[in-house]
T-cell receptor, first 112, second 109 residues
Framework: ETGVTQTPRHLVMGMTNKKSLKCEQH?????MYWYKQSAKKPLELMFV???????ENNSVPSRFSPECPNSSHLFLHLHTLQPEDSALYLC???????????FGPGTRLTVL | KNEVEQSPQNLTAQEGEFITINCSYS?????LHWLQQHPGGGIVSLFM???GKKKHGRLIATINIQEKHSSLHITASHPRDSAVYIC???????????FGTGTRLKVLA
């Protein structure tokens, strides 16, 4: 595997479910990012990790909980989501913060 | 008003046409990025610019720092160029990207 991978690619969940999105980067980068992309809106930065420390929590509701166990892996834990949370969730990484970001393919999330 | 504005929002072209997508921004930047997003969702970085002009194959990106404006040109367009093209800026002194809403390009054979 090369680049940035995300699993699953598609996820349908009910409002009472708990699920997790996974991102893995094979580029040796030190910074990782979660973005939300809703229809007709610009990408929104959710969380940033640098060297496994969270450096940004962009007023994201607590029903989204990130985890970065090491510099190659990033998770987004989801619980009691709302239908308006349905979106494409993109992970990205960069060698360090401020440098070019490499994006994963995204997870298309639908909340019923 | 968004800090990064793109035009047009949607563009349909015939194969072979010369295409221009514009991006204007209102903040101080350290760099401007052009990104390509295919229907599957993944985003690919095309260019990072802080001045002047860059070329890669049939793609050309220019930036005018004084006018806070950038253009992405596609020469001899092809149906495989159909995608959403996103302009993003890295703001001065931070690592954050500010994104435009994207230009949806469809190239017809």
């Amino acid at each position: 595997e090369t680049g940035v991978t995300q699993t699953p690619r598609h996820l349908v969940m009910g409002m009472t479910n708990k699920k997790s999105l996974k991102c893995e980067q094979h580029l040796g980068h030190n910074a990782m990012y979660w973005y939300k992309q809703s229809a007709k809106k610009p990408l929104e930065l959710m969380f940033v990790y640098s060297l496994e420390e969270r450096v940004e929590n962009n007023s994201v509701p607590s029903r989204f909980s990130p985890e970065c166990p090491n510099s190659s892996h990033l998770f987004l834990h989801l619980h009691t989501l709302q239908p308006e949370d349905s979106a494409l969730y993109l992970c990205a990484s960069s060698q360090s913060m401020g440098l070019v970001q490499f994006f994963g393919p995204g997870t298309r999330l639908t909340v019923l | 008003k968004n800090e990064v504005e793109q035009s047009p929002q949607n563009l349909t072209a015939q194969e072979g046409e010369f295409i221009t997508i514009n991006c204007s921004y209102s903040v101080g930047i350290s760099a401007l990025h052009w990104l390509q997003q295919h229907p599957g969702g993944g985003i690919v970085s095309l260019f990072m610019l802080s001045s002047g002009k860059k070329k890669h194959g049939r793609l050309i990106a220019t930036i005018n720092i004084q006018e806070k404006h950038s253009s992405l040109h596609i020469t001899a367009s092809h149906p495989r160029d159909s995608a959403v093209y996103i302009c993003a800026v890295s703001t001065s002194g931070t690592y954050k990207y500010i994104f435009g809403t994207g230009t949806r390009l469809k190239v017809l054979a």
